[in-house]
């Protein structure tokens, strides 16, 4: 467990990923549910445009399926995402909470977050909406995704309240956070600082940053597990899940969580049984020489 930003919730360090939820049965579904809170995954993520709205539905089918108490659960969604565009107006963030809502059988939410930077945002219509959630006990808090430094900076000058999370995809095979980090004051390509230094910023702002897509190298080329151009990355992490007697994903999982930064890794998975074996990540505190041996196997290099 894990305190989310400064809000005094604690929280798993691992959250499952309700994206694929929609695709699942009624008996499936529950039988994740269940296995996430069996291995102590008590947060869930969704967002309003998962399976057209039908993820949140299907969840909470699943919950009230299995009987489980609002109490029992963290439950995170996102908004601003509409078909050929982005929207943080103040009335489609308002009127997505309500469908989320309503969709999730749920009376507020422990997060909120905007789901894609919106180039037309304006703060103050984003403030307006925040105020009028919270007042309406409708949302806890409040966080982005994908968002760098100076576009959470911007938002947070017009909030009462700090930004609690920002979602951004890491994995192995995919380390902008990492990269310009270790090559300060290097002319190498790797040096470009393409991010504002957003995860140094976010922990300068306590505010927790939650992997999305641990296993994926990029939307276009999919996952690098079993991947040919990542042969060495899986050899290591072969035999690292070999020494710890864990799976392949959970090696995966305890190298994010092993960064200082204490990352709340949100994984995907429907499948009970490697859902089972993700949270195994909790065993495993991986030594220094083995995370950056996993860093530099993806084909990354040190100054």
Same mark, same amino acid.
């Given at each position: 467990m894990q305190e989310l930003g400064k809000t005094g919730l604690e929280v798993s360090r691992i959250a499952l990923g309700c994206m694929r939820m929609a695709s699942l049965d009624d008996k499936v579904a529950q039988a994740v549910v269940q296995t996430a809170l069996d291995q102590g995954i008590t947060f869930f993520d969704h967002a309003d445009i998962y399976g057209g709205?039908?993820?949140?539905?299907?969840?909470?089918?699943?919950v009230k399926g299995l009987g489980i108490g609002r109490e029992h659960l963290m439950l995170q969604s996102k908004c601003g995402i509409r078909k050929g565009y982005f929207d943080f107006s103040k009335e489609h963030i308002i009127a997505s909470v309500d469908g989320i809502l309503s969709r999730l059988e749920t009376d507020y939410l422990d997060v909120l977050a905007l789901h894609r930077p919106d180039a037309?945002?304006?703060?103050?219509?984003?403030?307006?909406?925040?105020?009028?959630?919270?007042?309406?006990?409708? +949302?806890?808090?409040f966080g982005v995704s994908n968002q760098n430094a100076y576009q959470i900076e911007l938002l947070q000058s017009y909030l009462a309240d700090p930004l609690v999370v920002n979602q951004l995809q890491f994995s192995p095979a995919h380390t902008p956070l990492i990269d310009a980090g270790l090559h300060v004051n290097m002319k190498e390509e790797a040096a470009t600082v393409r991010d504002g230094s957003v995860l140094d910023y976010c922990r300068l702002k306590n505010i927790t940053i939650q992997a999305?897509?641990?296993?994926?190298?990029?939307?276009?080329?999919?996952?690098?597990?079993?991947?040919?151009?990542?042969?060495?990355?899986?050899?290591?992490?072969?035999?690292?899940?070999?020494?710890?007697?864990?799976?392949?994903?959970?090696?995966? +999982?305890?190298?994010?969580?092993?960064?200082?930064?204490?990352?709340?890794?949100?994984?995907?998975?429907?499948?009970?049984?490697?859902?089972?074996?993700?949270?195994?990540?909790?065993?495993?505190?991986?030594?220094?020489?083995?995370w950056y041996e996993i860093y530099t196997s993806a084909g990354n290099t040190l100054p």
């Open positions: 709205g039908e993820s949140e539905r299907r969840f909470a089918a699943a037309l945002m304006e703060p103050e219509e984003v403030a307006e909406a925040f105020t009028y959630l919270k007042k309406a006990g409708k +949302v806890r808090y999305w897509s641990p296993f994926l190298i990029d939307l276009q080329r999919g996952i690098f597990v079993d991947h040919p151009d990542y042969a060495l990355l899986n050899q290591t992490i072969e035999r690292l899940a070999s020494q710890y007697h864990v799976s392949r994903e959970a090696i995966i +999982v305890a190298w994010i969580m092993r960064h200082p930064a204490k990352i709340q890794t949100i994984v995907g998975s429907m499948n009970p049984e490697r859902l089972a074996k993700i949270a195994e990540a909790e065993k495993v505190n991986l030594t220094r020489p083995e």
